[in-house]
Nanobody, 121 residues
Framework: QVQLVESGGGLVQAGGSLRLSCAAS????????MGWYRQAPGKQRELVAA???????NYADSVKGRFTISRDNAKNTVSLQMNSLKPEDTGGYYC???????????????WGQGTQVTVSS
């Protein structure tokens, strides 16, 4: 079993900042990448930012220059610093894990339960 514990969501005014954190634990042999997806009401879930074990990161165009993803490989944690938040950033934010449960297993994806981010105008 894998667990992803997310924290840091909340309500903030436009222009403000929030920091999301996610800790992975359980039956994890190795992690390829971690990141964050978000889903706004009535919209599909989209990738916000991801980072590989080697430190390579990528971002959705809509958040470049405002969000920064970071990772602590030793602790299996990933964080997302969100600055200059906009109302359109509102949605459920889901931690994402791409991992292997043992040396011979296939790579799997796993998502957390989500944390709500609401940006008021």
């Amino acid at each position: 079993q894998v667990q992803l514990v997310e924290s840091g969501g909340g309500l903030v005014q436009a222009g403000g900042s929030l920091r999301l954190s996610c800790a992975a634990s359980g039956s994890i042999f190795s992690i390829n990448a971690m990141g964050w997806y978000r889903q706004a009401p009535g919209k599909q879930r989209e990738l916000v930012a991801a980072i590989t074990s080697g430190g390579r990161s990528n971002y959705a165009d809509s958040v470049k220059g405002r969000f920064t993803i970071s990772r602590d490989n030793a602790k299996n944690t990933v964080s997302l610093q969100m600055n200059s938040l906009k109302p359109e950033d509102t949605g459920g934010y889901y931690c994402w894990l791409n991992y292997r449960s043992n040396y011979a297993s296939a790579v799997r994806d796993y998502w957390g339960q989500g944390t709500q981010v609401t940006v008021s105008s």
